[in-house]
């Protein structure tokens, strides 16, 4: 992937402080980007749907102001990078984030994800100054926040990843990439970085690890994809999201990213953090406390 956006006369130096525009700024990623940022001396723009800056992928009305002014964005499309819709919203927002002035932009997306293919070239066809893809594996925050926490808490990990090996990463990382990419001027421009945690292990692992750290019997229930679908059908979601996540666990979760990459040590200059020192932290701040 290659880029023709030419570098701008009035960009800032590498190292000055930016304003910095962060969608998805209350979620897992966004939010400990929005405090990476802040961490760094930037002024941060925290934009969601309900945010102190009002923001929705769906409402092309929110983006000029949330856009406007702003010297860089990270950016994360939900429901996912790969999602059906995700590159026509993400292309037409980096052009008019070209548009407004916004000169860098990184994206979220997700190592061995073809879907999200079209959506990372859509940003490269933008036009914008500069752009940066931040491919990421399973975020260790899955296990702690978000939909996986009921079914852990009631005992149980139902998901349908047999025994793959995944090198979670912790999303602290992600964030901290991803805002040394905005600081770093030129260096990541038209670049796709790819970040990982340390070690591989299995979903299987994982969990004992979990239930040794926490003293709780945890137990990892491996099933097939459509049967997971299923149950997500009854939970309410929606049709055409959930034959989404069906190809996409049946894709992404066949071993194909069983590997680490080395992107949080090229930018950041040291090794991920450990999946146990994440399970420590969580178990000390009740994660999976009944």
Do not use: C
Not at 155 to 180: H, M, N, S, T, Y
Not at 234 to 252: A, M, Q, R
């Amino acid at each position: 992937m290659t880029t023709n956006a030419q570098h701008t006369t009035d960009d800032p130096a590498t190292g000055t402080a930016l304003t910095v525009l962060v969608t998805g700024a209350t979620g897992r990623t966004g939010s400990r980007v929005a405090q990476a940022a802040r961490a760094a001396g930037h002024t941060v723009r925290a934009a969601s749907r309900s945010g102190e800056v009002r923001f929705d992928w769906n409402e092309r009305s929110t983006w000029d102001h949330a856009l406007h002014g702003a010297d860089a964005a990270s950016l994360a499309y939900l429901p996912d990078v790969g999602a059906p819709g995700a590159a026509d919203a993400v292309g037409a927002l980096a052009r008019r984030a070209a548009e407004l002035g916004v000169r860098h932009l990184v994206l979220l997306s997700a190592r061995g994800e073809d879907q999200a293919h079209a959506t990372e070239r859509a940003l490269a066809d933008s036009g914008v100054a500069r752009w940066t893809v931040v491919r990421a594996s399973w975020f260790m925050q899955n296990f702690s926040e978000g939909p996986l926490v009921e079914g852990l808490r009631a005992g149980e990990l139902v998901f349908p990843a047999g025994e793959v090996l995944e090198p979670f990463v912790d999303v602290r990382d992600i964030a901290d990439v991803v805002v040394a990419v905005l600081a770093a001027g030129e260096r990541y421009a038209g670049r796709i970085i790819e970040v990982s945690g340390a070690r591989p292990l299995s979903f299987r692992d994982a969990v004992a690890e979990l239930a040794a750290a926490s003293g709780r019997p945890l137990a990892y229930v491996p099933v097939g994809a459509r049967e997971y679908g299923a149950s997500l059908t009854e939970f309410g979601v929606p049709e055409s999201e959930v034959e989404f996540l069906i190809e996409l666990f049946e894709t992404n979760l066949d071993g194909r990213n069983a590997h680490v990459s080395d992107g949080v040590r090229e930018v950041l200059g040291r090794e991920p953090r450990e999946f146990s020192d994440f399970v420590r932290e969580a178990v000390e701040a009740g994660a999976w406390k009944d």
